[in-house]
């Protein structure tokens, strides 16, 4: 039986920072990238190259992109698209949204 996505609250916008920030739910690590106070993307917190590393605690910022201090990989943050490799697959983005109340939504399946 396939589930259907829902929107699930992960926290209000004014307690996220500024950065890259981890939250966990409904069994999913998910990565907050915010800039300027403004949510700019969220993604999986897990590499698509090896699921064990965490993008909060092993990837670097800068430039519009995010990269693995592992093995070099680099993904584009706008769309998660892969610049550079050992992998071949995207970043995980979730589609997010800012609800009436200021806190963020996403989307998980």
């Known amino acids: 039986m396939e589930t259907m996505p829902t929107?699930?609250?992960?926290?209000?916008?004014?307690?996220?920072?500024?950065?890259?920030?981890?939250?966990?739910?409904?069994r999913r690590s998910i990565a907050v990238h915010k800039q300027g106070g403004e949510v700019r993307q969220v993604f999986q917190n897990?590499?698509?190259?090896n699921p064990r590393i965490k993008i909060t605690d092993d990837f670097t910022l800068e430039d519009e992109t995010i990269t693995c201090r592992f093995h070099g990989a680099c993904w584009k943050l706008e769309d998660g698209e892969i610049m550079k490799g050992p992998g071949r697959k995207d970043l995980h983005l979730f589609e997010f949204r800012i609800n009436e109340k200021s806190q963020l939504e996403v989307l998980i399946d």
């Open 46 to 49: 897990n590499c698509p190259h």
């Open 7 to 26: 929107w699930v609250v992960l926290e209000s916008c004014k307690k996220i920072p500024d950065g890259v920030t981890a939250f966990r739910k409904k």
